[in-house]
């Protein structure tokens, strides 16, 4: 599978942003997929995830109750609502998706789309 990210941008702390990230193919909708992010100078990590029919999700501690993440299986599109952003959510945001079909969410992710960079200033 093909990803595709976007939506990305400059922000002020306290403002929001949507991610987007568009799948290619038939077979988008079988996935679990994550989004992920990398601060400079720093290990990428999951921030959130969803089941591939959007039953279940899971955050990090540090986006929980400020991001949502949610999917539109008929567009091929997973999304990140960030909403209370800080400038420590700064970084390069990635989405991904595992290799295994309707997997749960404790999975390897191997297929990763092009980084989209949020940016919070204070």
């Known amino acids: 599978v093909q990803l595709q990210a976007s939506g990305g941008g400059s922000v002020q702390a306290g403002g929001s942003l949507r991610l987007s990230c568009t799948g290619s193919?038939?077979?988008?909708?079988?996935?679990?997929m994550g989004w992920f992010r990398q601060a400079p100078g720093k290990e990428r990590h999951l921030v959130a995830s969803i089941t591939w029919n959007g039953d279940s999700t899971r955050y990090a501690d540090s986006v929980k109750d400020r991001f949502t993440i949610s999917r539109d299986n008929a567009r091929n599109t997973v999304y990140l609502q960030m909403n209370s952003l800080k400038p420590e959510d700064t970084a390069v945001y990635y989405c991904?998706?595992?290799?295994?079909?309707?997997?749960?969410?404790?999975?390897?992710?191997?297929?990763w789309g092009q980084g989209t960079q949020v940016t919070v200033s204070s």
């Open positions: 193919g038939r077979t988008f909708s079988r996935y679990a």
């Open positions: 991904a998706a595992p290799y295994e079909y309707y997997s749960d969410l404790n999975v390897e992710y191997i297929y």
